[in-house]
């Protein structure tokens, strides 16, 4: 009985340690990015102190709002954290991660986009409908490629749960070429699924080609501060998804404090390191032509595709 | 036991390499690009012939190691890319189906060969497990790239690509082929490369391009 209060407990302080270390790792990027192009950088607490100010701010709604902009930021911060609870962070066969598998989580990750999107049309802004109509069909597209890649693992897993995926990567003894296509195809969805350079800027409002700033121009205030928080979580969630799915190394498989240590560290280490090679990435690449987003996605598809054929081909045989 | 272990993983990730280097020879928008891959194609090839010779302890694959490098690796890339900067060629890749959906088609060959090598490998012993299916393929991608490219230079990129299959089922499959065949096909594929810039060349001066489609025209007139 006390076993499953605490490992609950230990649940809850994973999901909140990812939600609330989220701005953090956004500030870092923002940070490291900003030592690259040669300016000092805003504090890495910056992002901190800009969800305080927005949630102190009064919410300016357009005229013509209805319900589904006032609720959207509420359903998808909620859709985002439901679906960060099923990652598995720190420790393995966590009960939330039992309960849902991967095809969840894309579904929620679905959930608030469906919504961000909803949103975006209902103020009836030029840019709200186009920001909405450019994020659906990206995300028809990406979604296939992320659920493929992460199906490699689950065809040698044999689950789709992410929990056990987990467990099978962890033992892991030899190279498997099928996960090395499945992290590349994964790559190239988390950099869509984020919004991140070569498909769109995070940090610019005004650029004819923007997707996910173009949906949440209309909103402020503490409306504002939740969908920013919720991509911030989205951000962590996929940098955490590939190292726990590709780089398991040092999870926590027992409920201990050592081994619960030494896998938060670990869990930090390998962000930071992801991190440093997005940033990398960032710097170095110029955003591609938005006609040329299909042509990556579909790449991605076909690498996750690829990686399953090589599954079978080289790893399990007929 | 251990080596021979090793050498099977060896080959099989290098045969997951190959795969990814031929649909990323398939992927490219650009002429420089394509070469790069292509040249990464021979690098790779060089390597797996080095580890299977240090694996299988055959000193005469690590000659043939050395020319691979050298030759598919460095001096057909260097070649080719000297002829697109002589004759001014568009650098852009044409295409007559567009990549995506060559890509795709690509995806249906990969899946197509796999079913093909299933007899094969149920018949031979010593056919290293599955390697087959995916050399096959990328043989058939390089036939893809000849035939959907419109510029005489990709065709010929795919043709060496064919090539660079071949010696790659020889090594996957059998651990090398005989020292003599190999210095022939070497030779056979740098003078191909050779005689194909001199056909470009030919071809310039008298059709005055290198795009396919152009030099139809000119014949049917």
Redesign the interface.
């Known amino acids: 009985m006390t076993d499953a209060v605490i490992v609950w407990l230990l649940n809850l302080a994973q999901v909140a340690l990812m939600v609330f270390t989220a701005p953090l790792i956004t500030g870092i990027v923002r940070k490291l990015k900003a030592r690259l192009q040669n300016r000092r950088g805003s504090s890495v607490l910056q992002p901190y102190r800009d969800l305080m100010k927005l949630f102190s701010k009064e919410v300016l709604l357009a005229e013509n709002a209805s319900w589904i902009f006032r609720s959207a930021p509420y359903i998808i911060f909620t859709a985002t954290v439901l679906a960060v609870s099923v990652v598995p962070v720190i420790l393995v066969n966590l009960p939330s991660s039992l309960i849902a598998d991967v095809i969840a989580m894309a579904a929620l990750l679905a959930l608030a986009r469906f919504w961000l999107a909803l949103a975006g049309m209902d103020i009836g802004t030029g840019f709200g409908g186009m920001g909405a109509s450019r994020e659906m069909t990206f995300s028809a597209m990406a979604e296939p490629a992320m659920l493929m890649s992460v199906f490699v693992i689950s065809l040698g897993a044999h689950s789709t749960n992410l929990s056990t995926m987990v467990e099978y990567a962890l033992h892991l003894q030899?190279?498997l070429?099928?996960v090395?296509?499945a992290l590349i195809a994964f790559l190239m969805v988390a950099v869509v699924e984020n919004g991140r350079i070569p498909i769109d800027n995070p940090s610019t409002h005004l650029e004819v080609t923007m997707i996910h700033e173009a949906m949440i121009l209309e909103y402020s205030g503490r409306h504002l501060a939740l969908i920013e928080w919720a991509s911030q979580i989205k951000l962590v969630l996929f940098i955490t998804l590939i190292s726990s799915l590709f780089f398991p190394w040092g999870m926590a498989e027992s409920v201990a404090i050592l081994p619960i240590i030494s896998a938060l560290t670990f869990w930090f280490g390998k962000i930071v390191f992801i991190i440093i090679l997005l940033v990398i990435m960032e710097t170095l690449l110029a955003k591609i032509r938005i006609f040329e987003v299909?042509?990556y996605l579909?790449?991605a598809y076909?690498?996750a595709?690829?990686g399953m054929?090589?599954h079978?081909?080289?790893?399990v045989?007929? | 036991m251990m080596l021979e272990s090793m050498l099977q993983e060896t080959i099989s990730v290098a045969a997951a390499l190959m795969l990814l280097i031929s649909f990323a020879l398939l992927a490219q928008h650009r002429m420089l690009a394509v070469l790069h891959w292509f040249a990464a194609q021979g690098i790779v090839l060089a390597l797996t012939t080095f580890l299977v010779a240090v694996l299988s302890d055959q000193k005469e694959l690590y000659i043939s190691a050395i020319l691979t490098l050298l030759l598919k690796g460095a001096l057909l890339p260097w070649l080719l890319w000297r002829i697109i900067r002589r004759m001014h060629v568009h650098r852009e890749v044409e295409t007559t189906v567009n990549l995506p959906v060559s890509m795709l088609i690509a995806l249906g060959i990969v899946i197509l060969s796999f079913y093909v090598a299933i007899p094969i490998e149920r018949m031979s012993h010593n056919v290293t497990h599955n390697t087959l299916a995916i050399a096959t393929a990328t043989v058939f991608i390089g036939m893809l790239m000849m035939i959907t490219r419109q510029k005489a230079i990709t065709q010929v990129v795919g043709f060496l690509s064919i090539e660079n299959a071949l010696f790659f089922t020889a090594i996957g499959a059998t651990q090398g082929m005989p020292m003599i065949v190999e210095l022939g096909v070497a030779f056979d594929v740098l003078i191909a490369a050779i005689i194909f810039g001199l056909f470009f060349t030919h071809m310039r001066t008298t059709f005055e391009s290198l795009d396919l489609n152009v030099i139809q025209e000119k014949i049917k007139r």
């Open positions: 030899h190279l070429p099928s090395a296509f299909p042509d579909l790449t076909v690498l595709f690829l054929l090589v079978y081909i080289l790893e045989g007929v």
